[in-house]
């Protein structure tokens, strides 16, 4: 006899088809996983022969829509503007779809004020252009942790990146997703109009899945409590809305079976309108398939239902599969189907939620760790009470104050004068949750191994409770992973100097032997030119939050040992208080007279918040740690000079010497001539001093050093001409080998029982 065909095991290799395509095809041998199962179920031969075909089929046919990259091409393209896009500063961009169907990313470079004001006026996903201009190459990431351009583009289903500063031709779209995105952006102004200031970004978010009017103070404080996902439309909305609509029509006296063919038919609709995201479209199909099992019109299981609309969305967007909101939809979404026994076994509604919670957690912790290379402990506890405000409270209240503006403004009015000042105090009462210590893991991003361990472990914890297997026991498939994903840098015995892509500045990372210490020489920053104007973007791009932090965190680094900051240039300190906000920082050296400088204010007053002790330090000073010795080499006590004051460390290992120069210039490096002539500088890898201005590494200071290898840290077709030919001609002179984060990359030098590996991100 056929057994029941299980959706669940078409799921799967459709799955794997798109990460083989999209990613690399070995991922195909994770087909072979269903063969045990498949042996197992052997009254069911229909299943594995469709899973089969679905596996050959879907990876034959997602091969072929895999979009063609243009490069450095100059060419005129008609567009079709999606929901992802926005006026940034200077510029229009977001992705767009071709003629042909390709997505791009698509970057305007706007004419004048006037004209910004024109497109932030008008409803862009409405708009068709044809633009002239070239096919970019995409830009590269300063490393592994940051934000990686290409695989946005990749989970967004493009492979393109078009920049223009050549409107053609402007004119209006028809069609129904228009319509619908218009209505969206209406709801959008209309929140933006009458709402108070303090209610707008919750509603956007909740409302029309508009989340980029969150700030990086809350975005973080939400990722610390483990509640992000309530600030988003997910299962949660949908069901609400789908309850209150069916309660509402059946009242008024409509057929049941009316009332649900006509929600199966607004769902959609209704996705589109809150900017679809997997999260909706995944709750929305399969609220759509439970409507329809309701109405007799097909019979099916929650996981087929789930499995279903999971195949739909595939086909429909293979590449979705990257996208982290579907990866944890789908994972959380199956942890709690299958989890079904053990939630009945729960008492209380409070017992439910954290069960609910738990299981989540648990099943999401290694697609988390993956992605945001940290996760909140909290959230298990800090979920008891959110959810259920969410969605008996804040998430109704939202609701009905945006229909409230439309059918009774002055009862609007009023009710927004009552539930604000609720909200606000909701507000305070989460930043000071989110500041108390203690909440966050964060080991770093795993290695794939213990991302397949964890992901292992997860099921099989869940498969022996739901066995009433011994918890203990249990907990041992969960705990496992865990520990060899937070003690592996522990155990291992390699020095690293890693010297950070930063752009135009310097921020270099040491890690000891086995994590015994963590060093931070300088942390980037971004030097500001000029009042800022229209062009200025709304949120200005952050070194130590968008290269830095992620750096850090992604290397599972939660303690620096000793912040140096070089000098006060805002290029190697500026984004010191980003860092300090989110890293503990045990102690700050600074040169002398540095505290005076204007841009050290905001630093040093943090520091006295956080009461951080800030050290000045000078020539002489030293320290050591295990068989690794540290001494400034410069400056003296005398009076700031800027880039000759910079202080120079000097770092002794078994292996090769490191030197870090700040941006030390010719005097400076003459004065360290003339007192560490005589020194043993051994096997040096030297940072140039000032990102490899003609003003630093002098001839007579590369032929004292003789550094074997010359580190530049500068940014990419910067303004000051950096490097300049005459030191690159110096460094030749002496046969010294270089590295410049421009071109590299993140460069790290990995020391281990005296030997020396050098490996970029670029290469």
Not at 189 to 199: C, H, M, N, V, Y
Not at 326 to 355: C, E, G, H, K, N
Not at 402 to 419: C, K, R, W
Not at 594 to 601: C, D, L
Request: a negative charge; aromatic letters at 12%; glycine letters at 6%.
């Amino acid at each position: 006899m056929i057994g029941q065909i299980r959706l669940i095991y078409v799921m799967i290799p459709l799955t794997v088809s798109a990460f083989a395509v999209y990613g690399q095809v070995h991922l195909l041998a994770l087909n072979l996983l269903l063969i045990p199962i498949f042996l197992r179920r052997k009254q069911d031969y229909l299943t594995p022969i469709i899973a089969l075909a679905t596996a050959i089929i879907s990876y034959t046919f997602f091969s072929t829509q895999i979009p063609f990259s243009n490069e450095f091409v100059d060419d005129v393209i008609d567009i079709r503007w999606t929901d992802k896009v926005k006026v940034d500063g200077g510029s229009l961009k977001g992705f767009a779809k071709t003629q042909t169907g390709d997505v791009v990313y698509v970057i305007y470079r706007l004419e004048s004020e006037r004209e910004k004001e024109q497109f932030q006026s008008m409803h862009i996903p409405s708009l068709q252009m044809k633009l002239a201009g070239t096919f970019k190459e995409i830009p590269e990431s300063p490393h592994p942790y940051s934000f990686q351009m290409a695989s946005y583009l990749r989970m967004n289903g493009a492979v393109n990146l078009f920049e223009s500063d050549m409107l053609v031709e402007v004119r209006h779209a028809n069609g129904l997703y228009s319509s619908l995105s218009a209505h969206r952006w209406s709801v959008q102004q209309r929140i933006e109009r009458l709402f108070p200031d303090e209610l707008q970004t919750e509603a956007k978010a909740l409302l029309i899945g508009d989340r980029s009017g969150m700030s990086d103070e809350l975005a973080a404080t939400y990722r610390t409590l483990g509640i992000t996902h309530l600030f988003a439309i997910s299962g949660l909305h949908v069901g609400l809305l789908t309850y209150l609509i069916r309660v509402l029509l059946i009242r008024m006296n409509i057929r049941m079976e009316t009332v649900d063919t006509l929600l199966v038919i607004l769902l959609p609709l209704y996705a589109v309108l809150a900017g679809g995201a997997p999260s909706v479209w995944r709750a929305v199909l399969v609220t759509m398939l439970v409507l329809l099992t309701a109405t007799g019109k097909m019979k099916m299981k929650t996981d087929d239902a789930l499995a279903l609309s999971a195949i739909l969305f595939i086909s429909w967007q293979p590449y979705v599969v990257f996208q982290p909101g579907f990866q944890m939809s789908y994972v959380a979404a199956f942890s709690l189907v299958y989890s079904s026994t053990l939630l009945s076994r729960a008492q209380s509604p409070i017992v439910v939620a954290f069960f609910v919670t738990a299981i989540t957690q648990i099943a999401l912790y290694p697609i988390l760790l993956v992605h945001f290379y940290e996760l909140s402990l909290s959230s298990f506890f800090v979920n008891l009470l959110y959810v259920p405000l969410y969605a008996t409270i804040i998430l109704p209240a939202n609701i009905l104050l945006l229909v409230l503006t439309y059918i009774a403004p002055v009862l609007a009015s009023i009710s927004f004068t009552l539930y604000t000042p609720f909200r606000v105090l909701v507000e305070e009462a989460t930043f000071f949750f989110a500041s108390l210590p203690f909440q966050l893991w964060t080991p770093g991003k795993p290695h794939p191994l213990f991302v397949t361990m964890a992901l292992i472990g997860s099921l099989v914890f869940f498969i022996k409770i739901e066995q009433r297997r011994n918890l203990f026991y249990a907990s041992l498939f969960l705990l496992v992973p865990a520990l060899c994903i937070q003690f592996t840098p522990y155990l291992d015995s390699t020095l690293r100097v890693t010297y950070v892509d930063v752009g135009q500045g310097d921020a270099i990372v040491i890690e000891l032997p086995n994590r015994k210490g963590v060093y931070v020489v300088d942390t980037g920053g971004v030097v500001r030119w000029g009042e800022k104007d229209w062009r200025t973007p709304e949120k200005e791009f952050e070194v130590g939050r968008r290269i830095v932090l992620p750096y850090l965190k992604g290397k599972g680094i939660t303690k620096i040992d000793k912040l140096i900051l070089t000098h006060a240039d805002s290029d190697h300190m500026e984004a010191a208080d980003e860092i300090i906000e989110e890293i503990e920082v045990v102690e700050i050296h600074i040169a002398p007279h540095t505290e005076k400088e204007e841009t050290m204010k905001e630093v040093l007053e943090l520091a006295r918040a956080k009461q951080i002790p800030v050290l000045t330090v000078s020539e002489g000073a030293t320290w050591s740690n295990s068989s690794i010795s540290f001494t400034y080499l410069a400056p003296d006590e005398g009076i700031y000079k800027g880039n000759d004051s910079s202080l120079v460390l000097f770092m002794q290992t078994t292996g090769p010497n490191f030197l870090f120069t700040g941006d030390l210039e010719r005097d400076g490096e003459s004065k360290l001539i003339r007192d560490y002539r005589h020194i043993n500088w051994g096997e040096v890898f030297l940072k140039a001093g000032h990102h490899g201005s003609r003003t630093s590494s002098s001839d007579a200071f590369i032929e004292i050093i003789r550094p074997t290898v010359a580190i530049l840290s500068y940014g990419k077709d910067n303004r000051y001409g950096h490097p300049h030919e005459e030191v690159m001609e110096t460094l030749h002179k002496y046969n010294v080998k270089s590295y410049s984060t421009a071109e590299d990359g993140s460069i790290t030098i990995s020391v281990n029982k005296g030997k020396y590996v050098i490996s970029t991100t670029r290469n």
